[in-house]
């Protein structure tokens, strides 16, 4: 191994302006990835794509839409939510945005407005036919009359009673235009261009009957009656020329076309009935041929107006319902008798509450969540509401704030490691140029974060933690390397000896975040792919950049290397310290030792009595304000967290099936009152609609094909073959909703449909068994693999032992402390047991390197620990004060979860720190036959006491 470094120090010393030239050019092509990064805040960071519960959870997505951005609104009292400006900005709103393809469905106030006028326009086109039907039959009987009167020279009074009394059997078909009409009067629409046609027509005919009255005025009580009947006809169309103009409330126009129909269908019935009995007096042919006419122009004027009704009923698909234009009108939609109307109880929450759900189509990229945020907020913007406050909350609002909080925290906390490393590197590393390794790490750790968007590694919040981390162990090799070469003056020695020493460290440190791939958690293993490859390039950044700077440095601004010399072989009092302490330490080796392992098994023994936070959104700043309107949210809704029943089968909608649906909805709001908000299913729908009442089987279907597209697509699929029953829990710890997905798993074993337990709860849970099975595991695992690659390094298990030894006790420790400071696990500590390990080996590793290089000199085991000790350790103390400072970056950071993580690695590292320069050295003492192989001839005194000075 030093061999090769060696040889590669060589070709460095031939060529060093290109080697650095290139590795600075290869180095900036890497940040060409920085522009790829994402932020991810997915489920997939949360759980394996693999896992059944991801599967479910995107098959629940794709067909039942994803996450919802809800607008609460606020109004000092129910009237001001619901007043018709208010209703028609958020109807403006959601026809603006359902237009989006990203949008899944909506629903607000609005919708279910527009839904009952929309099925009582539906009502009032249906009824058409009908009045075209008995306008017809009435044309019929007044043609045909007509016809016969003025075809025929009737003389005998008699016949033309008889034709008369056939006109008053056509009374009947006034039953039919009275029962549409008032069938009509039930609701609202929106009709408003044929009415005025219809309205026109009937006073045409209203005219003819006048004009008819007139021409008999010798027959007094003919003519009045004929006037009488023109007047009820006028007042019919009076009342449809209401209608067109309430083009939202019918009502007003039909009760009075209603009732002129009444009148119009008693007083012809009685009025022919009158006529018959007048024809005492005969009628003049004149007389009797001008009233055949007006039958003929009334009956066609009758005829027309069927026609039009009936091409009015097949162009009535075109028109589209709207929302009502006068308040009285919208309060009749609302309100039944002064209460609102049960299916207003999802969207209007309370006195001063109301809602809009815009659902998201599923599986969304956070990119097209932002967006769609962001034209919500616009739009809402746009309306300015003025009686009412409104609020955007929801998981991708909270999703998009923690991205940019994010993004916002990195920045600082990369520039409080860089400070810290600034006044770690003044105070403590006492060498000429002790900054420049600085700027090459930090230009390393922008390497990596383009290495990570090339490769497609998401920046999540656990994965945030790299770059402190990665500025501090970055800095640690540089000093390593810096502090030898200051020592030794010469690029080929100093790689020869820090090259396998620094590799075999890093090495270690690598096979320690190894195992944090093993975690079930996907952004833990994100987290440990980003220390991986930014621990490779910090080491090649000081290998490459520092090394070939600090010999370029020397080799064209060369110093009287004797003053050099002078100066390396001065001893610091931290040397004179460290000597000092080791002998301490070396004397009381049993004592020490055996109070390390004492605090260990403490540790490892309250560790079990550490919790596991599972409260997500305790990991984020708490004062973040969509995080807080989250809580309001919570408050007013009393459920944001759900679980969700997802339903396979063929024969769906089956009798069985569907009183199953039923029945398994009211059971789980009745047996888990205390965790249950409510629970919706397709069978909610029809009890809201029927005064919490089930329909027949056959009226039940019939309803499910009468929902509205954006009702229906919420709880079935368009095949019929899928459901969902949504269980609104309360925001409780993961534990019990842990245990209430285990009870629904038997709860829906009574069934022979396929039915699944999702959602987005179902995946907090997973996450969090990933954490609590996986972190030992994990720790374990780094351990192994850390030794397993120091014996294949040094070929020898005991040397492979000692440098991890002193870093498990640590490791061990760790829970005690956590216990201590009343802190729970959670996906960055449960990290700690490999971190602690890949990191914390470093020190021990440079220490044994430099051990047994002095042992190798053949220097006396006490005098070549005090010495390694000593020379190295300033180097140690150095690194580990920067591997603080970079933690101590993340101690201030707004987001708890990093928050909490800083504090436990900085005080591990303080500890492994400790015990490398406490532990180690008498384990290295104790086992040092088992290590060096063969001693050369012991040196004279002499020697040793000038080795001892170097």
């Keep these: 191994m030093k061999r090769i470094f060696e040889w590669l120090a060589i070709r460095m010393e031939k060529r060093p302006m290109r080697i650095l030239l290139i590795t600075i050019a290869i180095f900036l092509g890497l940040t060409i990835g920085i522009s790829q990064i994402r932020m991810a805040t997915g489920n997939d960071t949360l759980v394996k794509t693999s896992t059944e519960a991801y599967q479910s959870n995107v098959a629940l997505e794709k067909d039942f839409g994803g996450d919802a951005v809800i607008v609460l609104f606020e109004g000092?009292?129910?009237?001001?939510?619901?007043?018709?400006?208010?209703?028609?900005?958020?109807?403006?709103?959601?026809?603006?945005?359902?237009?989006?393809?990203?949008?899944?469905?909506?629903?607000?106030?609005?919708?279910?407005?527009?839904?009952?006028?929309?099925?009582?326009?539906?009502?009032?086109?249906?009824?058409?036919?009908?009045?075209?039907?008995?306008?017809?039959?009435?044309?019929?009987?007044?043609?045909?009359?007509?016809?016969?009167?003025?075809?025929?020279?009737?003389?005998?009074?008699?016949?033309?009673?008889?034709?008369?009394?056939?006109?008053?059997?056509?009374?009947?078909?006034?039953?039919?235009?009275?029962?549409?009409?008032?069938?009509?009067?039930?609701?609202?629409?929106?009709?408003?261009?044929?009415?005025?046609?219809?309205?026109?027509?009937?006073?045409?005919?209203?005219?003819?009957?006048?004009q008819l009255g007139m021409s008999v005025k010798n027959n007094l009580q003919l003519s009045q009656q004929l006037q009488m009947m023109a007047a009820n006809l006028n007042q019919s169309s009076q009342g449809l020329k209401i209608i067109a103009e309430k083009t939202t409330g019918l009502q007003q126009g039909n009760e009075k076309t209603a009732e002129a129909l009444s009148k119009m269908k008693m007083q012809l019935n009685a009025q022919t009935k009158e006529m018959i009995g007048s024809f005492g007096d005969a009628l003049s042919p004149d007389q009797l041929q001008e009233m055949a006419d007006g039958f003929l122009t009334m009956g066609e004027k009758l005829g027309e107006i069927s026609d039009g009704l009936n091409t009015f009923h097949e162009k009535s698909g075109m028109m589209i319902a709207d929302i009502p234009t006068e308040q009285k009108e919208l309060d009749e939609i609302l309100y039944d008798n002064g209460k609102l109307r049960s299916m207003f109880s999802e969207v209007i929450l309370d006195n001063t509450h109301a809602m809009m759900m815009v659902k998201m189509n599923g599986n969304l990229s956070d990119s097209q969540k932002d967006d769609l945020y962001q034209k919500i907020e616009n739009l809402l913007k746009e309306q300015d509401f003025k009686t009412i406050s409104y609020m955007v909350s929801g998981k991708p609002v909270l999703d998009s704030a923690l991205r940019s909080e994010m993004k916002n925290s990195m920045k600082n906390m990369v520039l409080l490691a860089v400070g810290f490393m600034f006044l770690v590197l003044m105070v403590v590393f006492k060498v000429r140029w002790r900054i420049l390794s600085l700027p090459i790490i930090f230009f390393a750790v922008v390497a990596t974060l383009g290495l990570m968007g090339l490769v497609n590694i998401p920046m999540t919040m656990v994965s945030m933690a790299v770059f402190p981390i990665l500025i501090g162990l970055g800095v640690d090799y540089s000093i390593q390397f810096q502090n030898r070469y200051e020592e030794e003056h010469s690029l080929k020695k100093t790689l020869k000896?820090?090259?396998?020493?620094?590799?075999?460290?890093?090495?270690?440190?690598?096979?320690?975040?190894?195992?944090?791939?093993?975690?079930p958690v996907p952004m833990v293993e994100d987290f440990g792919k980003m220390l991986t490859i930014g621990v490779a390039i910090s080491y090649l950044a000081g290998i490459f950049i520092l090394m070939l700077i600090l010999y370029l440095r020397d080799h064209y601004f060369?110093?009287?290397?004797?003053?050099?010399?002078?100066?390396?072989?001065?001893?610091?009092?931290?040397?004179?310290?460290?000597?000092?302490?080791?002998?301490?330490?070396?004397?009381?080796?049993?004592?020490?030792?055996?109070?390390?392992?004492?605090?260990?098994?403490?540790?490892?023994?309250?560790?079990?009595?550490?919790?596991?936070?599972?409260?997500?959104?305790?990991?984020?700043?708490?004062?973040?304000?969509?995080?807080?309107?989250?809580?309001?949210?919570?408050?007013?809704?009393?459920?944001?967290?759900?679980?969700?029943?997802?339903?396979?089968?063929?024969?769906?909608?089956?009798?069985?099936?569907?009183?199953?649906?039923?029945?398994?909805?009211?059971?789980?709001?009745?047996?888990?009152?205390?965790?249950?908000?409510?629970?919706?299913?397709?069978?909610?729908?029809?009890?809201?609609?029927?005064?919490?009442?089930?329909?027949?089987?056959?009226?039940?279907?019939?309803?499910?094909?009468?929902?509205?597209?954006?009702?229906?697509?919420?709880?079935?699929?368009?095949?019929?073959?899928?459901?969902?029953?949504?269980?609104?829990?309360?925001?409780?710890?993961?534990?019990?909703?842990?245990?209430?997905?285990?009870?629904?798993?038997?709860?829906?074993?009574?069934?022979?449909?396929?039915?699944?337990?999702?959602?987005?709860?179902?995946?907090?849970?997973?996450?969090?068994?990933?954490?609590?099975?996986?972190?030992?595991?994990?720790?374990?695992?780094?351990?192994?693999?850390?030794?397993?690659?120091?014996?294949?390094?040094?070929?020898?298990?005991?040397?492979?032992?000692?440098?991890?030894?002193?870093?498990?006790?640590?490791?061990?420790?760790?829970?005690?402390?956590?216990?201590?400071?009343?802190?729970?696990?959670?996906?960055?500590?449960?990290?700690?047991?490999?971190?602690?390990?890949?990191?914390?080996?470093?020190?021990?590793?440079?220490?044994?390197?430099?051990?047994?290089?002095?042992?190798?000199?053949?220097?006396?085991?006490?005098?070549?620990?005090?010495?390694?000790?000593?020379?190295?350790?300033?180097?140690?103390?150095?690194?580990?004060?920067?591997?603080?400072?970079?933690?101590?970056?993340?101690?201030?950071?707004?987001?708890?979860?990093?928050?909490?993580?800083?504090?436990?690695?900085?005080?591990?590292?303080?500890?492994?720190?400790?015990?490398?320069?406490?532990?180690?050295?008498?384990?290295?003492?104790?086992?040092?036959?088992?290590?060096?192989?063969?001693?050369?001839?012991?040196?004279?005194?002499?020697?040793?006491?000038?080795?001892?000075?170097?």
Aim: aromatic content about 6%; hydrophobic content about 45%; charged content about 20%.
């Design 497 to 519: 000896q820090m090259g396998p020493a620094v590799g075999t460290a890093v090495v270690a440190t690598i096979l320690g975040f190894v195992a944090l791939y093993l975690s």
């Design 76 to 210: 000092k009292k129910q009237k001001d939510l619901v007043t018709l400006e208010n209703i028609r900005k958020m109807w403006n709103v959601e026809q603006t945005i359902k237009q989006e393809n990203d949008v899944f469905t909506v629903i607000s106030p609005a919708t279910i407005v527009n839904l009952i006028a929309d099925k009582q326009g539906t009502e009032i086109k249906s009824r058409l036919n009908d009045i075209s039907d008995g306008l017809a039959e009435m044309s019929k009987k007044m043609i045909d009359l007509g016809n016969n009167l003025k075809g025929k020279n009737i003389k005998d009074p008699n016949e033309i009673k008889a034709k008369i009394e056939d006109l008053s059997k056509a009374t009947a078909a006034f039953d039919q235009l009275i029962n549409a009409q008032k069938e009509m009067g039930k609701g609202t629409s929106q009709l408003q261009g044929g009415m005025n046609q219809i309205a026109d027509g009937i006073g045409k005919v209203s005219l003819q009957l006048q």
């Design 558 to 950: 060369s110093r009287n290397q004797k003053v050099l010399q002078k100066k390396v072989n001065q001893s610091s009092i931290l040397e004179r310290i460290l000597q000092s302490s080791t002998s301490i330490v070396i004397k009381f080796s049993l004592f020490v030792l055996l109070f390390a392992i004492f605090v260990t098994a403490w540790g490892v023994w309250v560790d079990e009595k550490v919790g596991v936070e599972t409260d997500i959104e305790t990991f984020m700043p708490q004062d973040t304000p969509q995080l807080l309107d989250i809580h309001k949210l919570r408050d007013v809704l009393g459920a944001t967290d759900q679980v969700v029943l997802l339903i396979q089968s063929d024969s769906l909608l089956s009798e069985k099936h569907l009183n199953w649906i039923d029945q398994k909805t009211e059971q789980l709001k009745q047996k888990y009152p205390d965790l249950i908000v409510n629970a919706k299913s397709l069978t909610t729908l029809i009890r809201n609609a029927n005064d919490g009442e089930m329909l027949s089987y056959t009226d039940s279907l019939d309803f499910i094909n009468d929902l509205p597209e954006n009702q229906r697509k919420m709880f079935l699929t368009e095949d019929q073959k899928q459901s969902v029953i949504l269980l609104n829990i309360k925001h409780v710890p993961i534990g019990e909703v842990k245990g209430f997905i285990q009870d629904l798993r038997k709860e829906i074993k009574d069934t022979d449909m396929k039915v699944t337990v999702t959602g987005k709860s179902v995946l907090d849970v997973e996450m969090i068994n990933g954490l609590t099975s996986g972190r030992v595991e994990m720790t374990f695992i780094g351990m192994g693999l850390v030794f397993l690659g120091l014996l294949v390094v040094y070929r020898n298990p005991i040397r492979a032992f000692i440098p991890v030894f002193p870093i498990s006790l640590i490791v061990g420790l760790s829970g005690g402390m956590m216990y201590l400071l009343g802190m729970k696990y959670t996906p960055l500590t449960a990290t700690l047991g490999a971190l602690i390990i890949g990191i914390g080996t470093e020190f021990t590793i440079l220490l044994l390197e430099r051990y047994m290089e002095e042992r190798e000199k053949g220097m006396e085991k006490i005098l070549a620990i005090k010495t390694a000790v000593s020379r190295i350790g300033k180097a140690i103390i150095a690194s580990g004060l920067t591997v603080i400072g970079g933690f101590s970056a993340l101690v201030v950071s707004d987001f708890v979860i990093l928050k909490d993580f800083g504090l436990m690695t900085l005080i591990n590292m303080s500890l492994a720190l400790f015990s490398t320069l406490v532990v180690l050295p008498p384990v290295m003492v104790w086992l040092d036959r088992w290590i060096v192989k063969k001693m050369k001839e012991a040196p004279s005194p002499v020697v040793q006491i000038a080795q001892k000075t170097e």
